[in-house]
T-cell receptor
Framework: RKEVEQDPGPFNVPEGATVAFNCTYS??????FFWYRQDCRKEPKLLMS???SGNEDGRFTAQLNRASQYISLLIRDSKLSDSATYLC???????????FGKGTRLSVIA | GAVVSQHPSWVICKSGTSVKIECRSL??????MFWYRQFPKQSLMLMAT?????????EQGVEKDKFLINHASLTLSTLTVTSAHPEDSSFYIC????????????FGEGSRLTVL
């Protein structure tokens, strides 16, 4: 049973494009949600948390739909430096381990 | 911000040897650290939860006698891969939450193990 599912991609988009990633999770008791970014052969780094009301950080917008158990990430005006793997991450509660999706690979091309 | 340091970042060893990986929280105390393993093009898979002063909790399918975890202080957890084999070659990443923090994990830089 896959707890966090993502489209693996790759998504190949031109600079300046808008791209959206989706993620679904199976545990309805999950309480915290995140998008992490992982560059090749590097550790994951937090991109942004995801809140029920939706939240925006510059060119990045995250949305959460608890009823559908669905999370999204929208990247506007893509930059070459946005090329990476984006990991959808879910936490049940408190100090329990995070559960990672397999990631969606994004390549932004000039 | 919080920093987690992992060492070594790269290690190559012969089959049958043991390799120790260290994970340190540099500016905060971490009562719990997590060890993940990531194979190429795969997601991070939790191996074990390391608890300061007590035994680690291993995920199903992870051999505790092969992957020895020690969390002797609030700033250091170690993972020892004993009698390493080529199939143990992977990217090992530790992570930690500081005291009072919820949600966000801080990751070490990862250790790439290659077993010949």
């Amino acid at each position: 049973r896959k707890e966090v599912e993502q489209d693996p991609g790759p998504f190949n988009v031109p600079e300046g494009a808008t791209v959206a990633f989706n993620c679904t999770y199976s545990n309805s008791a999950s309480q915290s949600f995140f998008w992490y970014r992982q560059d090749c052969r590097k550790e994951p780094k937090l991109l942004m948390s995801v809140y029920s009301s939706g939240n925006e950080d510059g060119r990045f917008t995250a949305q959460l739909n608890r009823a559908s158990q669905y999370i999204s990430l929208l990247i506007r005006d893509s930059k070459l430096s946005d090329s990476a793997t984006y990991l959808c991450v879910v936490n049940e509660a408190g100090n329990t381990p995070l559960v990672f999706g397999k990631g969606t690979r994004l390549s932004v091309i000039a | 911000g919080a920093v987690v340091s992992q060492h070594p970042s790269w290690v190559i060893c012969k089959s049958g040897t043991s390799v120790k990986i260290e994970c340190r929280s540099l500016d905060f105390q971490a009562t719990t650290m997590f060890w993940y393993r990531q194979f190429p093009k795969q997601s991070l898979m939790l191996m074990a939860t390391s608890n300061e002063g007590s035994k680690a909790t291993y995920e199903q399918g992870v051999e505790k006698d092969k992957f020895l975890i020690n969390h002797a202080s609030l700033t250091l957890s170690t993972l020892t891969v004993t009698s390493a084999h080529p199939e143990d070659s992977s990217f090992y990443i530790c992570s930690a939450r500081g005291q009072g923090r919820t949600g966000e994990l801080f990751f070490g830089e990862g250790s790439r193990l290659t077993v010949l």
